[in-house]
T-cell receptor, first 114, second 115 residues
Framework: DAKTTQPPSMDCAEGRAANLPCNHSTISGNEYVYWYRQIHSQGPQYIIHGLKNNETNEMASLIITEDRKSSTLILPHATLRDTAVYYCIVRVAAGGTSYGKLTFGQGTILTVHP | DTGVSQDPRHKITKRGQNVTFRCDPISEHNRLYWYRQTLGQGPEFLTYFQNEAQLEKSRLLSDRFSAERPKGSFSTLEIQRTEQGDSAMYLC?????????????FGPGTRLLVL
């Protein structure tokens, strides 16, 4: 799986959009971009994933550049409860018995301030 | 609450003792994963099952670790002769593989402290 690079920490004001960047310059054509977050002492929480098109769900939007070498997770209206470690993960499509593990890096610690 | 449950949530044991953790995945999920997370680090893959078959094990999974998933439902992770270095959060995740799409949902974890 391709390696990802994320800033170690970011701050955001409550109510503003939080834009979390991720670089994955060695991504392959069959690799998805996944985002998870982990609030202190809890299990990781799935946020969103995509292959090449932008994606949006009730939690966030995922913007993937045309060359797929980077992406941005957008939390449109950050709240204090969004304070967490955000992990950007690149993983090969899981078909048949192929390997499906997630490889977590250090992630970005997002702190949302009042 | 993702629907993945783990038991116990916390375990304190003495070095050399055996411990067993249980994971109940989301109903009908055919894949089940175990990860380990130490303080300040992201989770690290240990092993995974597709139905009852254990398909991959990480080199992190020493001979003291064994995992089972009888009948493709719940799973257990046993650590024999625990060491202080085994202290960590043990996370379970489950997923349903459909074609090439798969999303893993994590449980709350079991926090192990070996004294």
């Amino acid at each position: 799986d391709a390696k990802t690079t994320q800033p170690p920490s970011m701050d955001c004001a409550e109510g503003r959009a939080a834009n979390l960047p991720c670089n994955h310059s060695t991504i392959s054509g069959n690799e998805y971009v996944y985002w998870y977050r982990q609030i202190h002492s809890q299990g990781p929480q799935y946020i969103i994933h995509g292959l090449k098109n932008n994606e949006t769900n009730e939690m966030a939007s995922l913007i993937i550049t045309e060359d797929r070498k980077s992406s941005t997770l957008i939390l449109p209206h950050a709240t204090l409860r969004d304070t967490a470690v955000y992990y950007c993960i690149v993983r090969v499509a899981a078909g048949g018995t192929s390997y499906g593990k997630l490889t977590f890096g250090q992630g970005t610690i997002l702190t949302v301030h009042p | 609450d993702t629907g993945v449950s783990q038991d116990p949530r916390h375990k304190i044991t003495k070095r050399g003792q055996n411990v067993t953790f249980r994971c109940d995945p989301i109903s009908e999920h055919n894949r089940l994963y175990w990860y380990r997370q130490t303080l300040g680090q992201g989770p690290e893959f240990l092993t995974y099952f597709q139905n009852e078959a254990q398909l991959e094990k990480s080199r992190l999974l020493s001979d003291r670790f064994s995992a089972e998933r009888p009948k493709g439902s719940f799973s257990t992770l046993e650590i024999q002769r625990t060491e202080q270095g085994d202290s960590a959060m043990y996370l379970c995740a489950s997923s349903f593989l459909t074609g090439l799409r798969e999303t893993q949902y994590f449980g709350p974890g079991t926090r192990l402290l070996v004294l």
